[in-house]
């Protein structure tokens, strides 16, 4: 994280104009194009729209965007969306906040939810080759994610332990319960153990989302975590109990969009919802789609086996697990300098940051590694996979193909 506080306490707010400057149309245009052309994850997305807001379009200048980089990086949520939001609330208000999500996330939401529709149209799919291949690209995927969180939320002997410690609660208690148990134990580990140099810096502009919005959004996201799981209880209704589940999983998600995968497993497989082996298809099938991972929602509501599926599940869920990132958003802006400048908030994001490295660690083994590599051809395929990822810097799309023309080739290999 970068972009400092300064010393007198002045708010170092990213720049987010309460004047729009455009329109909402406008917005939609240019992110519908870069939907439909951001490969690579979040670091890549970042990359992407400082290329066209900051150089291109001067929508506001560099120090005010790694301000907004910081901000977003430091709240849970998927960092690149919501810098993406708060592009389009500044230049065209809430209806350009809107229009920044819609014109970045549907693109892959359609994609994925069109592949939804064939996997479940294609009798035998989970069994097939080309499917098995896309699990152990999932298998690489993670295995680079978690590979780069740790170098870069793990820098330290303490924080490792805090990850190794998330790491075995996750083992020990395979649930979503026990995943909220790890992150609230490694956020007091934080809080009490980890300590971060202070932030210096100078003041910065207002960022044009009043308090009162700012509390209200926070009231509506305290709302939902704590209502929906009441009523998913009170109601019996698996469709509440979903929704709920996906919510719960968009709410905690630190560290970097990868972390979404246990949250979403631990809610969708165990319920019977969604298949393992459909699950895992899926997220290797997200990795070859532009735009957010989050959008890995919509293949997800789509193939579920319950009252809500298809596109209409698809898009609810879509919906579901990006609210919390926007209430969140909305909520900090406000409130940026104080969430900043208070060395006890960043350490106890700091242990969480390390605690969802030990989370997804822990994902990697089950299921992503006891779901797709059952023989020393599949260990093999993934390793290969993971090589080209981190060592060769193949493109994420072209490992996916080549890991689904793999798995295809060693089923005509094994039959």
Not at 96 to 101: I, K, N, Q, T
Not at 285 to 293: E, N
Request: net charge positive; glycine share 14%; aromatic share 10%.
């Amino acid at each position: 994280m970068t972009s400092p506080l300064g010393e007198s306490g002045a708010a170092r707010i990213p720049t987010v104009s309460t004047t729009p400057r455009g329109s909402a149309w406008e917005v939609f245009v240019v992110f519908l194009r870069l939907g439909l052309t951001s490969f690579g994850g979040p670091v890549a997305h970042l990359g992407y729209f400082r290329t066209e807001f900051v150089e291109r379009r001067r929508w506001l200048d560099d120090r005010s965007y790694s301000d907004l980089v910081a901000l977003c990086q430091f709240l849970p949520g998927p960092a690149s969306s919501q810098v993406g939001m708060a592009l389009g609330l500044g230049r065209a208000g809430w209806w350009g906040c809107l229009a920044a999500w819609t014109g970045f996330t549907m693109p892959s939401a359609i994609a994925l939810i069109l592949f939804a529709y064939g996997a479940a149209d294609y009798r035998g799919f989970a069994d097939s080759g080309w499917v098995h291949g896309l699990k152990l690209a999932a298998v690489a995927v993670v295995a680079q994610a978690v590979w780069g969180m740790a170098r870069t939320l793990c820098p330290d002997r303490l924080r490792a332990g805090i990850a190794i410690l998330a790491a075995v609660l996750t083992f020990m208690l395979p649930s979503a319960s026990g995943q909220i148990v790890a992150i609230v134990v490694t956020g007091l580990l934080g809080r009490w153990w980890v300590r971060l140099p202070a932030f210096h810096g100078g003041p910065r502009p207002d960022c044009g989302v009043s308090r009162r919005a700012g509390l209200a959004a926070w009231a509506t996201l305290g709302l939902l975590l704590v209502g929906l799981p009441l009523w998913a209880a009170a109601s019996g209704s698996s469709t509440v109990a979903l929704v709920s589940g996906v919510v719960r999983s968009g709410a905690l998600v630190f560290g970097g969009g990868h972390v979404v995968l246990p949250l979403l497993q631990a809610t969708v497989v165990p319920s019977g919802l969604v298949d393992n082996a459909d699950f895992l298809a899926g997220y290797g099938a997200a990795q070859a789609v532009p735009g957010p991972l989050f959008s890995f929602a919509a293949y997800l509501g789509t193939v579920a086996d319950g009252p809500l599926h298809g596109g209409v599940g698809g898009l609810v869920l879509l919906v579901a697990i990006f609210v919390p990132a926007f209430l969140v958003l909305v909520g900090a802006l406000p409130y940026w300098e104080s969430l900043r400048h208070r060395s006890q908030v960043r350490s106890t994001l700091a242990g969480i940051n390390a605690g969802v490295v030990g989370i997804l660690l822990s994902a990697l083994y089950d299921p992503v590694w006891t779901s797709a590599v059952h023989s020393k051809a599949d260990f093999g395929l993934a390793l290969v996979a993971f090589g080209l990822l981190v060592y060769a810097r193949v493109s994420p799309v072209l490992v996916v193909m080549l890991a689904a023309l793999g798995g295809w080739a060693l089923a005509l290999l094994g039959s």
